[in-house]
Nanobody
């Protein structure tokens, strides 16, 4: 089983930027599609961006973050990143990384909190 640790969150003003990192250890498979998810208080966890593990790393993102968030990965380092620009208060949430395009998730990490002040 892989273990996932997210970091890079913080408090930023509207319009600011953050770069989130996710480092994996254990049995992390580089061919799996990985996504960044977020969960705001009182809401369900949602997938905001994903990147495939092969074929050059094709990406996809939710319409709410398209053009503002960029996902990338470094398989050699077992790292996945989320560059977040033009942050808005509605982006406030706890952010997690995990497998995408499957329900066979790795154990969820603790996530990293992103708070955007207006």
């Amino acid at each position: 089983q892989a273990q996932l640790v997210e970091s890079g969150g913080g408090l930023v003003q509207t319009g600011g930027s953050l770069r989130l990192s996710c480092v994996a250890s254990g049995s992390f498979c580089s061919i799996f599609t990985i996504g960044w998810y977020r969960q705001a208080p009182g809401k369900q966890r949602e997938l905001v961006a994903s990147i495939t593990g092969s074929g050059g790393g094709s990406t996809d993102s939710d319409d709410a973050v398209k053009g503002r968030f960029t996902i990338s990965r470094d398989n050699a380092k077992k790292m996945v990143y989320l560059q977040m620009n033009s942050l808005q208060p509605e982006d406030t949430a706890t952010y997690y990384c995990n497998r995408a395009q499957t329900t066979n998730y790795y154990p969820w990490g603790q996530g990293t909190q992103v708070t955007v002040s207006s």
